[in-house]
Structure formats: structure tokens, C-alpha cells
């Protein structure tokens, strides 16, 4: 670290005056020329000593914390008994605890005794993890998995599936956007934005009716440019809990096929929705089933609680496998100057699971178990809604939507509310996780939902 | 079926490099075969390892009901990521102390040089890193695709076989100030040529001068010397200045975790503010590459540091892989010394680390694939850790075979 103002002759010197305090005035803006500064107490003595640029990154700016993942640091934080944490769509039991799968559990003995080495896996990950995400994906008797048709990469869950999707989109077709829904999860934008994806939006929400804007969706892809992606979500929408209809998605298919776009699945709650996996994944098979070619980032987080190891899988369905062994050639040159290679522990566990009949049953088991839950606890929360709530708003949204979430219809002031006065933690576009709820808050969940809805505009 | 693809004029694109190299090898249906490839530890008996103080470790976390698998904060885990920087920089270091180092836990060596190097593209007023001429073959593609202008500085002279130390210096002078400068913090991958202690000396003096931002690649502590503390010698002198520098740290060959991906990028920064919001800004950089980072590798590495007795282990097996791989060099120096293979081969025995620059060319490279089903990447890299007492007869018979029919 260097000025002009003095020479740096030794380590002692300079690093005496690198710890010089700073006067500093301004908004954290860069500034240049000299400081003057009285440095620590070093050696016995207090000295004088000019510093200039006390760092090159003066002038970085603090970033707000993330809407999402920032609802649970706000919630670590509260102190009041009352609190709940409707933020982040992390699955809780009833006692609102954690949850690890007992399945999960049974893969990481059996993997501890296996003793299998920590080897780099090669760049698209895992092969059975690989082939069995897919199977999963798709069905195993579906033609394209038969044919070789699908270009399969072992990714960083959800996010890092999309990114990864987000680069290739970037390098190969950089003429094309990305059309997402709104709303959609936070995140979306950020991926593309960073990947420098442009994208637009398409009507989805409709307020009005709290459920899907069929006709904008429809009009809104039907308007955009040929061959761009369409960002869809397999089931279980997030932020909304609304998904279309088995109609409605034959429709989409329609329109995106007359428009050669490219549909561009993320299966983030495949058999947490419904709780089964192939009917959460009739989306995906739907567009498949017609011929086309489709991308589908997927994620293991929520359906087999794997949150934190990060699982997940690219997939690129492609019209012949040469062209998929193309694809994939390709993504392995975005991931590996991205991570080199993706983490074993995650997909081992998967592989494990999906690999013995006992234990995939036992997921199935476990998934319907937590699918289950979440129903139930939507039910609750309408029946105390319906009970408390005088003014005979209709609450049956709650029942019609689907997955962790729900859009409950709250505005940013009104979410700000349920925070501030009820000590209950959500984002501020209005969304719970039903995940976080049990039966035993649904009252206390319900009061603040009209308390809020009612008295604060 | 589908008929048309929109992938029509996607390319197949080559096999990477190093890693193509185990594709290769793999399919070789030779007894005599050797992997010099990729760079990861092989015991004598030619299999990986997993060290025992990491399966203990491993055992303890999942043995552990009270584990859950929630998402980790963006910045990963709080207790590894402390803990590596002690590691790196030292427990009593300063720049710990006054709460200037900001360090996130990411994917590994690449995923820290990944995230260090968008973080620079979007927030750093020079855009230009100066990567050593040779280095490991993803520092380039990490850095161009991070946004990031990618130059060179002269760092092995191929007649001496070891740093040519006055084109370095010429380099690093002639380029702008505030210039990023990527350096191997020890075991220079993939020449095995380091610096001395007051070469160093002279490199620090010569960037801070000219306000060079470092930007060092620590993928070898303690699996070069043996010794933790001595492998971050010079990265503790930098830190010792009081200058700025980024550092991009891998447990992926000192604690065998290859596949588990644990690393961690710390950036030391002039003020406890300034890492305060550096470390907020490298949140946005990984919340939409992956969101959170893999728990279980760093996990593992927190449950040994935080212990003294299992990371007193972990030193000595640390040492153990070590002191195996300098026994392998002595050997495969010894042994072409025997054969009286023609030329100076005494750098196998000053280079360091994992790798030895050989010195043959692509030909010969080539040839003792073809001949002797040797396989190492095309620059004459060889895996040290690859090699055993058992193999080392074969590989120093294809050596000699080589530079004695090609030149």
C-alpha cells in the first residue's frame, strides 16, 4: 500500500500506517489525496503518519440484505415469543422444527459404511445420480431417456441449474430473452440479470381473483419474439401456489409451440406439491410428450430436504442424442470455469434413495407425509380465516393453491404489518410458507392476516 | 421425435484438458498403465485417500442427531469460514484481529477465484488480472468469463527449469498501477517453481509500489513442505504490510475433500467497514450463481480445525502425504540418474508440490502415452502423487526411452 507521499521501506512502516484511523467524511464515496490519521499505539509510541486510499474498495457500497433469505436473519433476531417464520420455503414438522428424512438419514449410514473415496466427480457430476434424476424427471420408460435424448448435468440445486441454463442461453443464443412470470421468485431476475440474459415479464397473477391471469399469460408469450424461453414452473408456483390446469398447460404448450419458443422448466417441488412425483411432473412430460425441446433445471432441496447440499440437475432435452451430447459438452465448458466440479455428498444421498426400491418407497412415504401436512394446515388456516373474518371476503384461495406457498394477497405495507405488530416474518410481496405454519398458529396466523388486510392500507 | 433442433449449430466441444486426461487413461485397457493427470493424492499403493481424521469427523457429524440441513447463510458457514482465515493468515493475524478480512465459504479453489473475480469485474477500477506464464489451465476461463481482462507475466524459464525471476519483475513493472496479479501462494501449479522467502520480499515491495492488488491461489497449505505455517509464509508477508489482497483458498488436496467442493475466498481489506460492505457485495455476486454453499465439506473442515486433537492429526497425516510425495521425487530423480538419462534432471528435486514440469515437449508426451501408457497432460506436467516406489521404475524407463529417441 503506497503513497506519494512517504516511501514504504519496511513492512513495520507501512503496516503502521495502514492502520492509521481515518477521518473520513463523505457518504463511503472513494477519496483520494491524503488523509491524516493517528495510528495505534505501536511499539509504546503513538505516531503521526500520512495515509492515502486506505483501501481500493472505499467506495463499494453496502448492499441490502436479500428479500428472502434476509426475512430469517430478521427473525433470528426477534426476541418476542410470538414469532413466526413464514420467510424462507425451508419444510418445518408441526413442533416447527428442522426436518431431516428419515430416508436421508438411512443413505448417510449406509454411505458412512460404503467408505466410498472423495474423488473429484467429473464435471457433470455423478453418473447414477445423473441417470436417476432424470428417470425421476421424465419417467423411465419415456422415449427420450430411451433414445438418449437428454442432456443431463449434475448441478448446484435450483439456482445453480439455472444459472448454468441462464449461460448457455447467453453464449449460444444471445439474441434470444427470457420470458418469467409475474410474479416469480425473487431470485429469477438476479440469475439472468447476472448470466446478462435480458427477459421480460408475462401476466400471471391476477389480484382480482387471487389465481392465474390465463388470458394475459396466454397474450403476453403469444406477443414476444419468436424463440424466446419461456421460464415456466412445473407445479407448485412460487410465489402464488397457483398453477394452471391440465387444460391450461395444453394451451401453453400450443402457443409456445406456433411460437417456436423454447419452454424452460423449474421443478423446484416435484412430489411436494401434490405428493406424488409423477403427477407433479405431468407439466414437464406434457411439453415432452409433443416433440419438443425443453430445459428443466430441478432441485432436491424441498423434496428430499437436502437443502444445504445443494442438489440439483440441469436437464436439455434435445431432438436427437448427438445434438444432446453436444449440449452437454457445452455446459461442461460453463461449469467449469463456474466450480470445476459439482459437491459428491448431495448426490450420493439421491443416488442411494432413488436407487433401492425400500428406500424409494420410503421417500415416497415421507413426501406425501410432508405434502400432506402442508394441506392440512392450509385447511386450517381457511377454516380459521372463514371463522374469524366477518366481512365474508372469500379466503378459498388458500384450499386452490398449491405447494409451500401462498399469495395471500397482502401488500408490502400490510406484510410490513404482520411483521411489526404480530412478530410474523414473510416477504414483503405478500407471500407465507405454509411450511412454516402448524395447526397450533393458525389463529394466531389468521387474526394478523385480517388484522392486516382490513386496518392497514 | 423431435425433427429440427435449434441446437443445430452447436458445436461438440473438446474434452477439458486435465480432467480429459483421466477420460483417457480410464479407457486405456493396459496393466501397466500410470496416471500423471489430474492432480490428486494416490497413496503407495496407487488409491485415493481418504484421511482417517476426516472420516472420524465425518462419522461425528452424521452420527449427530441433532444435525439438520438447512440452507446455509450466502456466505456459508460462519465457524469454517473464521477458521479458515486463521488457518491462512494465522491466529494472531492482525488483519483478523481489526476485523478487516471479509471471508465467504465457496466452492472450493475455482468457486473462490470464480466469485473474487466477478467481484473485482463489478466493483474494482482496474479490470486487468496478470496471471503467471504458465498457470493452471482454468485460471484463464475463470477470469474472462468473471469479466475480467486477462494478461500475462513471464513466471518459468524453461532452460533454467525454474522462476525466471528478472521477467517476472520487468512484467509486474510495466503493468498499470492498481493492476490485479494472480500468485500461487506455494507449489506453483503447474511448474512446482516457487519463489524464496526474499524473492518474495522483493515481489511485495515491487506491487505495493505500484498499488498491484494481489490476488493469491492457496490450493497446496501444508501439502507442500509439510508445514502449514511455512506454506502461507508468503501470503502472511503481504498481510503483514497492511495492503489489501484476495485470497482464494481449496481444502480440496491438504484435507483429500476433492469432491466435497470446500474452499473459501477472504479478501483483507484496509478497514473493518470496508469488509463490512465488501462482504455484502459478495453476497450478490453468489446468491444468483447458487445461492448458499454445499454444507457438508465444510462442515468437516470445522469439526477438525475447532479441535485440537483432530487437528493435530490432520497435521501429521497432512505431513504424512507430504513427505511421500518429496520421498517420490528423490526416487524418480535417483532412478534416471541410474538409467544416466541424458540431461539435468535435479529440478524433479527443487521444484515443490505436486507437480514437477517435467521439461519434455508434446512428442514426447505423446510418445510415452502411446509406448507406455503414461498419461499426464501435454505441457510435460506429471502428478507427483501419482506415483509409487512400484511405478516409478516404468515411468523413469519411458522417460529415458523418450528423450533419448525424440528430441
Redesign the interface.
Known amino acids: ?2 503513497s506519494a507521499a512517504f516511501t ?1 521501506s519496511s ?1 513495520a512502516a ?6 492509521s484511523k ?1 477521518l473520513r467524511g463523505g457518504k ?1 464515496e472513494a477519496r483520494t489525496g491524503c488523509r491524516v490519521g493517528i495510528t495505534r499505539k505501536n511499539f509504546s509510541r503513538v505516531m503521526m503518519a500520512v495515509a492515502v ?11 441490502p440484505p ?1 428479500p428472502i ?1 434476509g426475512v430469517s ?1 430478521a427473525f433470528r433476531a426477534d426476541k418476542n415469543d410470538l414469532k413466526l417464520n413464514l420467510g ?1 420455503g ?1 419444510y418445518r414438522t408441526e413442533e416447527l422444527q ?1 426436518y ?1 428424512l428419515n430416508v ?1 438419514k438411512k443413505a ?2 449406509l454411505m ?1 459404511e460404503k ?1 466410498e ?7 457433470e457430476g455423478l453418473a447414477a445420480f445423473n441417470k436417476a434424476t432424470a428417470e425421476l424427471l421424465f419417467g423411465a420408460d419415456n ?1 427420450v431417456i430411451k ?1 438418449g ?1 437428454v442432456a443431463t448435468l449434475q448441478s ?5 441449474s439455472l ?1 448454468l441454463a441462464a449461460a448457455f442461453i447467453q453464449r ?2 444471445p439474441e434470444a430473452k427470457v420470458l418469467i412470470s409475474s410474479p416469480t421468485w425473487g ?1 429469477h431476475k ?2 439472468f ?3 446478462r440474459v435480458p427477459w421480460s415479464e408475462y401476466r400471471y397473477y391476477d389480484p382480482k381473483t387471487v389465481g392465474l391471469d390465463f388470458e394475459g399469460m396466454i397474450a403476453d408469450i403469444q406477443a414476444a419474439p419468436d ?1 424466446s424461453f419461456v421460464l415456466l414452473h412445473g407445479c407448485a408456483h412460487n410465489p402464488t401456489g397457483i398453477d394452471p390446469t391440465p387444460e391450461q398447460w395444453e394451451k401453453i404448450a400450443d402457443v409456445i409451440q406456433e411460437k417456436k419458443h ?1 419452454p424452460f422448466f423449474d421443478v423446484a417441488y416435484q412430489g411436494f406439491a401434490s405428493g406424488s412425483l409423477d403427477e407433479d411432473a405431468s407439466s414437464v412430460r406434457l411439453f415432452v410428450e409433443r ?3 425443453v430445459f428443466v433445471a430441478q432441485s432436491y ?1 424441498k423434496n428430499l ?6 442438489i440439483g440437475a440441469i436437464n436439455v432435452v ?3 442424442p448427438e ?1 444432446a ?3 452437454k ?2 455446459l ?3 461449469a ?11 448426490a450420493r444421498i439421491v443416488a442411494n434413495v432413488v436407487g433401492d426400491p425400500a428406500m424409494f418407497g420410503e421417500w415416497k412415504q415421507e413426501m406425501e407425509e410432508m405434502a400432506g401436512r402442508i394441506k392440512n394446515v392450509r385447511q386450517k388456516l381457511y377454516d380459521s380465516l372463514s371463522a374469524k373474518d366477518k366481512s365474508g371476503k372469500d379466503w378459498s384461495f388458500i384450499l386452490r393453491q398449491i405447494g409451500m406457498f401462498s399469495y395471500t394477497g397482502l401488500n408490502k405495507t400490510q406484510s410490513d404489518n404482520m411483521t411489526d405488530k404480530w412478530h410474523i416474518y414473510m416477504t414483503k410481496d405478500g407471500r407465507i410458507s405454509l411450511a412454516g405454519l402448524s395447526l397450533a398458529k393458525c389463529e394466531y396466523l389468521a387474526d394478523a392476516i385480517i388484522d392486516s388486510f382490513h386496518n392497514v392500507s | 421425435m423431435a425433427s429440427s433442433s435449434v441446437f443445430a449449430g452447436l458445436a461438440q466441444a473438446p474434452e477439458d484438458p486435465i480432467l480429459g486426461v483421466t477420460v483417457a487413461y480410464n479407457k486405456d485397457p493396459s496393466p501397466v498403465k500410470v496416471n500423471l493427470g489430474v492432480g490428486a493424492y494416490r497413496t503407495e499403493e496407487g488409491k485415493p485417500l481418504v484421511l482417517d481424521v476426516v472420516r472420524r469427523a465425518e462419522q461425528m457429524l452424521i452420527n449427530n442427531p441433532s444435525r439438520v440441513k438447512e440452507y446455509l447463510p450466502i456466505t456459508g458457514l460462519a465457524e469454517f469460514n473464521k477458521l479458515s482465515a486463521k488457518l491462512i493468515f494465522g491466529t494472531d493475524s492482525p488483519a483478523i484481529q481489526e476485523s478487516r478480512v471479509a471471508t465467504v465459504q465457496c466452492l472450493s479453489g475455482t468457486g473462490s477465484l470464480r466469485v473474487g473475480g466477478e467481484f473485482l469485474a463489478r466493483h474494482y477500477h482496474e479490470r486487468t488480472i496478470y496471471i503467471p506464464q504458465p498457470t493452471w489451465g482454468n485460471h484463464p476461463k475463470v477470469f474472462t468469463l468473471a469479466g475480467l481482462t486477462v494478461r500475462s507475466y513471464r513466471y518459468y524459464d524453461p532452460a533454467t527449469r525454474g522462476l525466471d525471476f528478472q521477467g517476472l519483475l520487468e512484467d509486474l513493472s510495466s503493468a498499470p498501477s492498481g493492476a490485479i496479479v494472480l500468485l500461487h501462494a506455494c507449489a506453483h501449479n503447474p511448474t512446482g517453481v516457487d519463489p524464496t522467502l526474499d524473492q518474495w520480499e522483493q515481489i511485495r515491495q515491487l506491487m505495493r509500489s505500484k498499488s498491484l492488488l494481489p490476488f493469491f491461489d492457496s490450493a497446496y497449505q501444508g501439502f507442500a513442505s509439510g508445514s502449514l505455517d511455512k506454506d502461507a509464509q508468503s501470503v502472511r508477508m503481504f498481510v503483514a504490510d497492511g495492503g489489501e489482497l484476495l485470497m482464494a483458498q481449496s481444502y480440496a488436496k491438504n484435507m483429500g475433500l476433492y469432491g466435497e467442493r470446500v474452499g473459501a475466498l477472504s479478501i483483507v481489506c484496509g478497514s473493518a467497514d470496508v469488509a463490512v460492505r465488501v462482504e455484502s457485495q459478495l453476497k450478490l455476486v453468489i446468491r444468483p450463481m447458487y445461492s448458499n454453499p454445499p454444507i457438508h465439506g465444510a462442515s468437516i473442515v470445522a469439526t477438525i480445525l475447532k479441535d485440537s486433537d483432530m487437528f493435530n492429526e490432520w497435521t501429521v497425516e497432512l505431513k504424512g502425504m507430504a513427505d511421500r510425495i518429496i520421498s517420490m521425487r528423490q526416487q524418480l530423480f535417483d532412478a534416471l540418474k541410474t538409467r544416466g538419462t541424458p540431461g539435468d534432471w535435479s529440478h524433479i528435486i527443487k521444484q515443490i508440490g505436486m507437480f514437477t514440469f517435467t521439461g519434455l515437449n508434446s512428442d514426447q508426451v505423446a510418445f510415452m502415452r502411446q509406448e507406455y501408457h503414461i498419461y499426464m497432460t501435454s505441457d510435460g506436467r506429471i502428478s507427483m502423487a501419482g506415483l509409487s516406489t512400484r511405478t516409478i521404475p516404468h515411468l523413469s524407463d519411458a522417460i529415458h526411452a523418450a528423450v533419448t529417441k525424440l528430441k
Not at chain 1, 507501512?14 to 492502520?19: C, K, L, P
Not at chain 1, 448446484?156 to 445453480?160: C, I, V
Not at chain 1, 467449469?336 to 448431495?346: A, D, L, Q, T, V
Open positions: 500500500m503506497a514504504v513492512p507501512s503496516a503502521v500506517a495502514a492502520r481515518v463511503g486510499d486506505i483501501s481500493r474498495f472505499e467506495g463499494v457500497p453496502m448492499a436479500d433469505l436473519e424462507v425451508a428442522p431431516v436421508v448417510e449410514n458412512l467408505g473415496n472423495k474423488e473429484y466427480l467429473p464435471i422415449p433414445q435424448r448446484l440445486s435450483g439456482t445453480g444459472r449460444y443464443f431470485n438476479n440469475i440479470n447476472d448470466a424463440g423454447m416433440g419438443l425441446e432441496s430436504g437436502l437443502y444445504a447440499e445443494r434435445c431432438s436427437a445434438v451430447n453436444r449440449v459438452s457445452q461442461k465448458r460453463l467449469r470455469p463456474m466450480y470445476s466440479n459439482p459437491p459428491i455428498h448431495g
